[in-house]
Protein backbone atom coordinates (compact mmCIF):
# COMPACT_ATOMS: atom_id res chain seq x y z
CA UNK A 1 0.00 0.00 0.00
CA UNK A 2 1.91 2.65 -1.39
CA UNK A 3 1.74 5.74 1.11
CA UNK A 4 3.48 8.44 -0.49
CA UNK A 5 2.18 9.23 -3.97
CA UNK A 6 4.29 10.38 -6.57
CA UNK A 7 1.58 10.56 -9.36
CA UNK A 8 3.57 12.46 -12.08
CA UNK A 9 6.05 9.70 -13.33
CA UNK A 10 8.34 12.40 -15.56
CA UNK A 11 8.36 16.15 -15.96
CA UNK A 12 9.95 18.17 -18.78
CA UNK A 13 10.82 22.07 -17.59
CA UNK A 14 12.67 24.49 -20.16
CA UNK A 15 15.49 25.84 -18.36
CA UNK A 16 15.17 28.99 -16.02
CA UNK A 17 11.47 28.19 -15.43
CA UNK A 18 10.16 26.77 -12.41
CA UNK A 19 9.74 23.25 -11.60
CA UNK A 20 7.03 21.92 -9.60
CA UNK A 21 7.09 18.36 -8.47
CA UNK A 22 4.31 17.25 -6.10
CA UNK A 23 3.39 14.65 -3.47
CA UNK A 24 0.54 13.24 -1.58
CA UNK A 25 0.28 11.03 1.12
CA UNK A 26 -2.31 9.29 2.81
CA UNK A 27 -1.16 8.51 6.45
CA UNK A 28 -1.58 11.29 9.08
CA UNK A 29 0.98 10.06 11.56
CA UNK A 30 4.04 11.25 9.05
CA UNK A 31 5.41 14.13 10.45
CA UNK A 32 8.74 14.80 8.58
CA UNK A 33 8.86 15.05 5.05
CA UNK A 34 12.08 15.17 3.35
CA UNK A 35 13.12 15.43 -0.72
CA UNK A 36 15.84 13.42 -2.28
CA UNK A 37 17.49 13.74 -5.24
CA UNK A 38 18.93 11.13 -7.45
CA UNK A 39 21.43 10.96 -10.61
CA UNK A 40 21.78 7.47 -12.47
CA UNK A 41 23.94 4.66 -11.05
CA UNK A 42 24.70 7.06 -7.86
CA UNK A 43 23.07 7.09 -4.35
CA UNK A 44 20.04 9.90 -3.57
CA UNK A 45 21.22 12.74 -1.76
CA UNK A 46 19.30 14.71 0.41
CA UNK A 47 17.91 17.61 -0.91
CA UNK A 48 15.53 19.51 1.66
CA UNK A 49 13.17 18.82 4.53
CA UNK A 50 10.35 19.98 6.47
CA UNK A 51 8.67 19.02 9.91
CA UNK A 52 4.95 19.07 10.24
CA UNK A 53 4.85 22.20 12.26
CA UNK A 54 5.72 24.19 9.23
CA UNK A 55 4.16 25.38 5.95
CA UNK A 56 7.43 26.57 4.26
CA UNK A 57 10.90 25.67 4.13
CA UNK A 58 13.58 27.14 1.52
CA UNK A 59 16.70 26.60 0.56
CA UNK A 60 18.31 28.27 -1.97
CA UNK A 61 16.33 27.96 -5.29
CA UNK A 62 14.90 25.07 -3.54
CA UNK A 63 11.77 25.63 -1.76
CA UNK A 64 8.86 22.60 0.11
CA UNK A 65 5.31 23.42 1.02
CA UNK A 66 3.54 21.54 2.98
CA UNK A 67 -0.55 21.63 2.90
CA UNK A 68 -0.74 19.11 6.07
CA UNK A 69 -4.95 19.48 5.09
CA UNK A 70 -4.42 18.51 2.13
CA UNK A 71 -1.77 16.19 3.20
CA UNK A 72 -0.05 16.99 0.05
CA UNK A 73 3.66 18.91 -0.56
CA UNK A 74 5.33 20.43 -3.15
CA UNK A 75 8.85 20.97 -4.13
CA UNK A 76 9.55 24.03 -5.85
CA UNK A 77 12.63 24.69 -8.06
CA UNK A 78 13.33 28.27 -8.85
CA UNK A 79 15.54 29.16 -11.39
CA UNK A 80 15.49 25.52 -13.21
CA UNK A 81 19.01 24.15 -14.95
CA UNK A 82 19.77 21.58 -16.68
CA UNK A 83 21.91 20.34 -13.91
CA UNK A 84 18.73 19.70 -12.06
CA UNK A 85 17.89 16.88 -14.54
CA UNK A 86 17.35 14.13 -12.42
CA UNK A 87 14.98 11.60 -10.41
CA UNK A 88 13.49 13.09 -7.39
CA UNK A 89 12.00 10.97 -4.78
CA UNK A 90 9.65 12.74 -1.96
CA UNK A 91 9.73 10.65 1.56
CA UNK A 92 7.84 10.65 4.62
CA UNK A 93 8.11 9.56 8.12
CA UNK A 94 6.54 9.48 11.49
CA UNK A 95 5.42 7.43 14.06
CA UNK A 96 3.64 4.47 12.37
CA UNK A 97 6.63 2.30 11.86
CA UNK A 98 7.46 0.17 14.81
CA UNK A 99 10.29 2.43 15.53
CA UNK A 100 9.88 5.04 13.56
CA UNK A 101 12.93 5.63 11.80
CA UNK A 102 12.13 4.46 8.88
CA UNK A 103 10.93 6.49 5.76
CA UNK A 104 8.34 5.41 3.27
CA UNK A 105 9.38 6.99 -0.65
CA UNK A 106 7.39 7.85 -3.16
CA UNK A 107 7.98 6.03 -6.74
CA UNK A 108 10.04 9.45 -7.98
CA UNK A 109 9.58 12.21 -10.32
CA UNK A 110 12.03 12.35 -13.46
CA UNK A 111 12.47 16.19 -13.97
CA UNK A 112 14.34 16.73 -17.53
CA UNK A 113 15.14 20.66 -17.89
CA UNK A 114 16.33 21.59 -21.32
CA UNK A 115 18.17 24.37 -21.95
CA UNK B 1 31.02 14.62 5.84
CA UNK B 2 28.94 11.28 6.15
CA UNK B 3 30.55 8.21 3.83
CA UNK B 4 28.41 5.35 3.54
CA UNK B 5 30.11 2.80 1.05
CA UNK B 6 29.10 -0.65 -0.42
CA UNK B 7 31.20 -3.69 -1.46
CA UNK B 8 30.20 -3.66 -4.78
CA UNK B 9 28.95 -1.21 -7.70
CA UNK B 10 28.27 -3.91 -10.18
CA UNK B 11 27.65 -7.73 -9.40
CA UNK B 12 26.69 -10.16 -11.69
CA UNK B 13 25.56 -13.97 -9.94
CA UNK B 14 23.52 -16.83 -10.70
CA UNK B 15 20.30 -18.15 -9.62
CA UNK B 16 20.69 -20.19 -6.06
CA UNK B 17 23.87 -18.67 -5.25
CA UNK B 18 24.61 -17.26 -1.95
CA UNK B 19 24.98 -13.27 -2.13
CA UNK B 20 26.76 -11.09 0.44
CA UNK B 21 26.25 -7.49 -0.10
CA UNK B 22 28.35 -5.49 2.56
CA UNK B 23 27.70 -1.33 3.39
CA UNK B 24 29.62 0.18 5.91
CA UNK B 25 29.41 3.78 7.27
CA UNK B 26 31.39 6.18 9.15
CA UNK B 27 29.49 8.26 10.83
CA UNK B 28 28.55 6.43 14.16
CA UNK B 29 25.04 5.87 13.36
CA UNK B 30 22.61 3.83 15.33
CA UNK B 31 20.63 3.18 11.96
CA UNK B 32 20.81 1.09 8.92
CA UNK B 33 18.61 0.60 6.33
CA UNK B 34 18.40 -1.65 3.02
CA UNK B 35 16.26 -0.49 -0.04
CA UNK B 36 16.00 -1.74 -3.42
CA UNK B 37 15.14 0.60 -6.57
CA UNK B 38 13.53 -1.09 -9.49
CA UNK B 39 12.01 1.53 -12.25
CA UNK B 40 8.15 2.95 -11.25
CA UNK B 41 8.53 1.32 -7.94
CA UNK B 42 10.78 3.69 -6.06
CA UNK B 43 13.04 3.02 -3.51
CA UNK B 44 11.64 -0.32 -1.27
CA UNK B 45 12.67 -1.08 2.40
CA UNK B 46 13.87 -4.49 2.93
CA UNK B 47 15.39 -4.22 6.38
CA UNK B 48 16.25 -2.14 8.91
CA UNK B 49 18.72 -1.69 11.93
CA UNK B 50 18.76 0.30 14.20
CA UNK B 51 21.80 -0.84 16.52
CA UNK B 52 23.97 -3.99 16.62
CA UNK B 53 22.13 -7.25 16.39
CA UNK B 54 18.60 -5.55 16.64
CA UNK B 55 16.82 -5.89 12.64
CA UNK B 56 13.13 -5.38 11.46
CA UNK B 57 11.82 -6.44 8.35
CA UNK B 58 10.77 -3.59 6.10
CA UNK B 59 8.16 -3.67 3.22
CA UNK B 60 9.65 -6.58 1.28
CA UNK B 61 11.81 -8.39 3.33
CA UNK B 62 11.23 -12.08 1.32
CA UNK B 63 14.30 -13.75 0.00
CA UNK B 64 16.51 -11.42 2.62
CA UNK B 65 18.10 -11.90 5.55
CA UNK B 66 20.74 -9.20 6.97
CA UNK B 67 23.25 -9.37 9.80
CA UNK B 68 24.53 -6.45 12.12
CA UNK B 69 27.54 -7.64 14.50
CA UNK B 70 29.25 -4.05 14.49
CA UNK B 71 27.90 -0.64 14.49
CA UNK B 72 29.12 0.44 11.17
CA UNK B 73 28.25 -2.72 9.36
CA UNK B 74 25.28 -3.75 7.84
CA UNK B 75 25.52 -7.14 5.40
CA UNK B 76 22.54 -8.04 3.16
CA UNK B 77 22.33 -11.75 2.42
CA UNK B 78 20.52 -13.46 -0.77
CA UNK B 79 19.96 -17.21 0.42
CA UNK B 80 19.69 -18.36 -2.72
CA UNK B 81 19.46 -15.55 -5.52
CA UNK B 82 16.60 -15.50 -8.38
CA UNK B 83 16.22 -13.48 -11.11
CA UNK B 84 13.42 -10.89 -9.72
CA UNK B 85 15.46 -10.04 -7.11
CA UNK B 86 17.55 -8.32 -10.08
CA UNK B 87 17.80 -4.63 -9.00
CA UNK B 88 20.10 -1.49 -7.78
CA UNK B 89 20.44 -2.34 -4.09
CA UNK B 90 20.66 1.01 -2.14
CA UNK B 91 22.42 1.00 1.65
CA UNK B 92 21.91 4.03 3.85
CA UNK B 93 22.50 5.08 7.48
CA UNK B 94 21.04 7.91 9.72
CA UNK B 95 21.35 9.18 13.42
CA UNK B 96 18.55 7.69 15.86
CA UNK B 97 15.82 9.61 15.36
CA UNK B 98 14.27 12.37 16.93
CA UNK B 99 11.03 13.77 15.16
CA UNK B 100 12.89 16.31 13.58
CA UNK B 101 15.90 14.30 12.13
CA UNK B 102 15.37 11.81 10.02
CA UNK B 103 17.52 12.39 7.41
CA UNK B 104 19.35 9.10 5.63
CA UNK B 105 22.27 9.07 3.97
CA UNK B 106 22.73 6.61 0.87
CA UNK B 107 25.52 4.77 -0.67
CA UNK B 108 26.49 4.91 -4.23
CA UNK B 109 24.17 1.56 -4.53
CA UNK B 110 24.89 -1.91 -5.88
CA UNK B 111 23.47 -3.22 -9.14
CA UNK B 112 22.89 -6.56 -8.83
CA UNK B 113 21.99 -9.18 -11.69
CA UNK B 114 20.98 -12.27 -11.60
CA UNK B 115 21.17 -14.82 -14.46
Known amino acids: DQQVKQNSPSLSVQEGRISILNCDYTNSMFDYFLWYKKYPAEGPTFLISISSIKDKNEDGRFTVFLNKSAKHLSLHIVPSQPGDSAVYFC??????????????FGKGTSLLVTP | DVKVTQSSRYLVKRTGEKVFLECVQDMDHENMFWYRQDPGLGLRLIYFSYDVKMKEKGDIPEGYSVSREKKERFSLILESASTNQTSMYLCASSQIAGISYNEQFFGPGTRLTVL
Open chain 1, 91 to 104: AASGLHRRSGYALN
